[in-house]
């Protein structure tokens, strides 16, 4: 009887839930380790957007900022949050001396002349913000083209031959004002993040009534093609009811990845890295890893849209 026990007791540990969570992520691993994966050769821009706060907006985009360039893209950042948190994540300088996206929108500094290098890697760049940022709304309200601004050094700096990028992700505040206004304006896709918790699609409505009025007035060409789960945690039933709402009312936008509650994505920003340096192997830059894979193979224009 002993022997027997004693011979069922690894089955019993391999089915633990530790283990088959082990074991899950191993072959999600080696399922992203065979991964082809094809970039289109034109410039994606995003703008990640949520006018409801705490939803993982900026580690949104610099984890998957990260993840796409793990993938083998060379992606930007443009951190047009005054906080500049997404600048700290990158491991890049933000203080009040750099030049950054503040003198690029009032003073028409080229986006060269402030772009710099992740120390992550050569292929991720930011733009970085400063606290100078935070007068900017003001000051833009005088400006010709103040809507544009940023879409003009954008394609400028894209014009350049050595600056080609497969992804531009930029981050904005939570706030409908002129830097997130200049976001809308540059960018063609809307990410939105939303967080798997109650009151997840509040303020919803709002900012997709303000992605409408910007193609109205300013950008035909921007529309919500991407919609990402967050802060996803499966021990409870409200994860799950409303990962279902938020699916059942965007069908088609919707990534099938969603990104899990793990402290080490939380940790990741304390140490000016990505989830994807700090912890590659954590159930979190997995999960990033899976959604950058998504995106690419989403591209619209691969599967013969507009």
Do not use: W
């Amino acid at each position: 009887m002993k022997q027997s026990d004693e011979a069922h007791a690894p089955s019993s540990f391999d089915d633990s839930p530790i283990a088959r969570e082990i074991a899950d992520l191993s072959a999600r691993r080696r399922a992203l380790e065979s991964q082809k994966v094809e970039f289109s050769g034109r410039t994606r821009v995003f703008t990640i957007s949520n006018q409801k706060g705490g939803v993982g907006k900026t580690t949104t985009a610099v984890n998957i900022a990260a993840a796409l360039v793990s993938v083998g893209a060379r992606v930007l950042v443009i951190d047009l949050d005054p906080q500049g948190n997404a600048s700290t994540a990158l491991g890049v300088a933000h203080n009040a001396e750099t030049p950054s996206v503040y003198d690029v929108l009032i003073d028409e500094f080229p986006l060269a002349d402030i772009v710099q290098t992740s120390p992550e890697s050569p292929n991720l760049l930011c733009a970085p913000s400063t606290i100078h940022l935070a007068g900017a709304e003001i000051e833009l309200v005088s400006q010709v083209a103040r809507e544009h601004r940023l879409r003009g050094a954008l394609i400028d700096y894209l014009a350049i031959e050595d600056n080609h990028l497969d992804f531009v992700i930029i981050d904005c505040p939570p706030s409908l004002g002129l830097l997130t206004i200049n976001a809308f304006t540059a960018a063609e896709e809307v990410m939105i993040p939303i967080q798997c918790e109650y009151y997840a699609l509040e303020g919803l409505s709002q900012l997709l009534g303000s992605v409408k009025m910007i193609q109205k007035h300013l950008n035909p060409g921007l529309h919500v093609s991407t919609i990402l789960l967050t802060m996803y945690d499966g021990r409870t039933r409200l994860a799950q009811q409303v990962a279902d709402e938020v699916r059942s009312h965007f069908e088609h936008e919707v990534l099938e990845t969603v990104i899990p509650r793990s402290v080490r994505v939380s940790e990741a920003p304390s140490f000016g890295q990505t989830v994807i340096a700090y912890d590659g192997q954590s159930a979190g830059a997995i999960a990033y890893r899976e959604a950058a894979v998504e995106i690419v193979a989403r591209d619209t224009t691969k599967k013969g849209g507009s």
